[in-house]
């Protein structure tokens, strides 16, 4: 095999492994190998190579009994040095508590990731009954006040293609599934400089959000307080704003520039 050859095949086998890690990523309580195979679309056998690698180097922990395979240590370790160079770690948490004491209700923070939300840190409410965000998953753009602020507030090339490409799809009966409401949506985004969900992601849940924005205006990360329905209205929870307004402005001071 030429040189070349032993370069692509090895390109290929380190993105089939990126792409096994994302695949087990959403199941923290581990999967089979079968159930990897299958969802990765890859053979059992290149599905067993690839863990073993994995596993080899503690990217993914394997448990004999179960036969269960889930993600490693070395992946937290990573995930805790992204979380810091960013500024999500030490930083971010404090300006969330403080703004969730403010509002009563829980605090969510994310960035934007490709075609998605990544959600970053989450505080939560001091009621008893709460929404509770999940941190290190991934969210739709479309229908969240978070993922509405980070496309509106993305660079001119990112926001465009968003807009004119994003999978919309349904998740309530109230979320916007139109094309040309969803850029006009996302234009009475920016003008007003927050976002609201109505409904629109989750049955009950009311959001409001707004970007944590850099030098040149672009969205480096994105807050919301959300609520249940029955306990905030769209009206009520617009009280947040001014909150909101101040987290993101003093993360926006204390983040690290990218």
Known sequence: MRTGDTETVGKDMVGKALSLLTVLGPHPDGAT????????????????RLLGSLVRDDFVSFN?????YSLGL?????????????GFQGVALPVLRTLSRATGEASLMSVL????????????ARHHVGVRGETGKLGPLHCTSMGKVLVAFADWETRDHLVTTLPLERFTSRTITDRSAFA?????????????????????????????LDAM??????????????????????QFLGPLREAAAELAVLLPRR
């Open 184 to 212: 006009a949506e996302i234009a009475r985004v920016r003008s007003q400089g927050f976002a609201v969900s109505n409904e629109e992601h989750e049955e009950g849940i009311v959001t409001v959000g707004v970007p944590v």
């Open 64 to 68: 004999p009994e179960t036969k269960l």
């Open 217 to 238: 205006g672009i969205a480096v990360a994105a807050l919301s307080v959300p609520s249940p329905a029955y306990r905030t209205t769209v009206e009520q929870a617009l």
């Open 113 to 124: 990731d490709g075609e998605h939300q990544l959600y970053i840190h989450h505080i939560e």
């Open 74 to 86: 070395r992946l937290f370790q990573l995930g805790a040095a992204v979380s810091s160079a960013h």
């Open 33 to 48: 190998l079968s159930d990897l195979a299958r969802w990765s679309g890859y053979p059992v056998t290149t599905t067993h």
